[in-house]
C-alpha cells in the first residue's frame, strides 16, 4: 500500500479515536450516538467513489418491506441510480430506496454480544429485501457493517 495512503489512514482513524474519547463526555446517549455516527460518517465520506454518499434513515424495498429498525446508523448509497427521498434539502437523513443502497453500517459505543447479535439479524433481513428491477436481475447485495468503539 501506498505510504501516504497508509499514513492518511493512521492519522484519520487515530483523529477518530480521539474524537470519540472526547464525546465521552457528552451525557445524553442519543447525542453521543449520533455524534459517533458522524465521526464514522466523516472517516469514509473522503475515501467514497464520486456518486457514493453517506445518509442515515430507513431502507425500503420494492415489497414495502421495512427493516424492524428505527433507523440505519449509515447508509452507504449510490446517488446516480434512483434519487433517496430526503426530509430536507441539506439534510441527509431519509428513505433510501434498497436498489441504491451499498452498505449499511451500524455504529456502536460498547459492542455487546446481544449486539453482535442484532446486527447479524439486521444483515440477514437486508439479505431478504428485493430489488425493484426486472425478475432474474443480478444486482450485489448490500454489505452490513459494523463499527465499535468498544466491545465487552
Given at each position: 500500500m501506498n505510504t501516504y495512503i497508509r499514513s492518511r489512514l493512521r492519522a484519520d482513524a487515530a483523529h477518530l479515536v480521539a474524537?470519540?474519547?472526547?464525546?465521552?463526555?457528552i451525557v445524553h446517549k442519543g447525542l453521543r450516538g449520533r455524534f459517533r455516527e458522524l465521526l464514522v460518517d466523516a472517516i469514509l465520506a473522503p475515501w467514497l467513489p464520486p456518486y457514493a454518499a453517506c445518509g442515515t434513515g430507513m431502507i425500503v424495498d420494492i415489497d414495502d418491506k421495512v427493516r424492524e429498525a428505527t433507523q440505519e446508523d449509515?447508509?452507504?448509497?449510490?446517488?446516480?441510480?434512483v434519487p433517496a427521498v430526503f426530509a430536507h434539502n441539506s439534510a441527509m437523513e431519509g428513505v433510501f430506496p434498497f436498489d441504491v443502497v451499498l452498505s449499511r453500517v451500524e455504529v456502536k459505543?460498547?459492542?455487546?454480544?446481544?449486539?453482535?447479535?442484532?446486527?447479524v439479524l439486521a444483515s440477514k433481513e437486508i439479505y431478504e429485501m428485493h430489488f425493484c428491477g426486472p425478475h432474474g436481475r443480478t444486482a450485489a447485495m448490500p454489505i452490513s457493517a459494523i463499527f465499535a468503539f468498544k466491545s465487552i
Open positions: 474524537r470519540a474519547k472526547a464525546e465521552e463526555f449509515i447508509v452507504i448509497f449510490d446517488r446516480s441510480l459505543s460498547i459492542l455487546t454480544r446481544a449486539d453482535l447479535r442484532r446486527a
